[in-house]
């Protein structure tokens, strides 16, 4: 369809209709000639990186059976309970979690306890999940060789709002900062604004020593699992029952309730505006007593009534 509009417009025909935002480029015989030798030496390259990974795929083949045999001889199988004998040795167990951490009480959770969440907030994790609405850009281009070996790109820019999970710099785009040949929308038309604070795009993690497993039993000793190992804990869904009118690290936004159970910032309640930003908050899924460990690790010296686990 380019084609043909371009050719109607060289016979005076009339000018195409508006297809978006529309730059053309133009490359010499020569000009791809050059790529071609580029594409080859691409392609020697390639061929030696697959013999490298090959050699790297054996060696690892090799290095996991030596781990398994290591593990096999090294490692002792014990019970729930943490005993001094086996303080620098590689142990192997799997029991329930006796012991979670509180989120409220940290220095990196304060500024969320402006809102209510349905959920306590213990466990091993708390995330919070942020988009923000921008323009973003999408390119689409359709080549096609001309007479005299050369060749002729045609790219159409085009420009829609949505949400995405960082900031998008104007700057990049191809009608900003001002207006070119072609372009429908363009300058402050597409100019992007705001941002998301790093509360609300976080993972905090329990402290040192606080998520444990063992036996549950009064008097015995349990096992610390150090920050490490807190990611084999699934995530679940928190839900906000109650916003604040305003919320500190985006002050001139207003907060309003989500329908998925998160909150959204925004300028106008109304509508989805340039710079608004939309959060949804998760936990590890933990239940005391219930969910199990299973692990590998070397223990460490019972301190307190715990013994710290260490990768091993």
């Known amino acids: ?24 480029e133009r490359e010499s015989f020569f000009g791809r000639m050059g790529n071609a030798l580029c594409g080859v030496c691409f392609g020697l390259v390639l061929f030696l990186a697959s013999v490298f990974v090959l ?7 090799v290095r996991n059976q030596a781990v398994l045999l290591k593990v096999e001889k090294d490692v002792a199988e014990v019970g729930c309970q943490s005993l001094p004998a086996n303080a620098g040795s590689p142990i192997w167990a799997s029991c329930p979690v006796d012991r979670v951490a509180s989120f409220k009480d940290m220095p990196a959770f304060s500024p969320l306890n402006q809102f209510t969440f349905g959920d306590s907030q213990e466990g091993a994790w708390f995330k919070t999940s942020s988009h923000i609405y921008q323009w973003v850009e999408e390119k689409q281009c359709e080549s096609h060789t001309t007479t005299g070996g050369g060749k002729e790109k045609i ?11 960082s900031p998008v710099s104007s700057s990049s785009f191809y009608c900003y900062p001002t207006f070119k040949s072609g372009c429908r929308l363009g300058g402050d038309q597409i100019k992007n604004q705001g941002s998301i604070p790093s509360v609300l795009q976080m993972t905090i993690t329990a402290e040192e020593g606080t998520v444990g497993m063992g036996s549950g ?3 015995t000793s349990d096992y610390s699992l150090n920050s490490m190992m807190l990611g084999v804990f699934p995530g679940t869904p928190v839900t906000v029952t109650n916003v604040p009118l305003s919320f500190s690290s985006l002050p001139s936004k207003k907060v309003v309730e989500d ?34 460990v299973s ?18």
């Open 55 to 61: 050699g790297w795929n054996e060696f690892n083949y």
């Open 259 to 292: 329908g998925s159970g998160g909150v959204r910032f925004v300028s106008v309640s109304s509508q989805d505006s340039v710079g608004d930003v939309r959060t949804t908050f998760s936990q590890s899924r933990i239940i005391v007593g219930q969910d199990r």
């Open 295 to 312: 692990i590998i690790a070397k223990q460490g010296l019972i301190s307190g009534g715990h013994a710290m686990l260490q990768n091993w």
């Open 155 to 165: 790219c159409t820019y085009d420009y829609s709002q949505q949400w995405v999970s």
């Open 217 to 219: 039993t009064a008097g």
């Open 1 to 24: 369809f380019l084609r043909f509009a371009a050719m109607g417009n060289a016979l005076g025909l009339g000018s195409a209709p508006p297809l978006g935002n529309v730059a053309v």
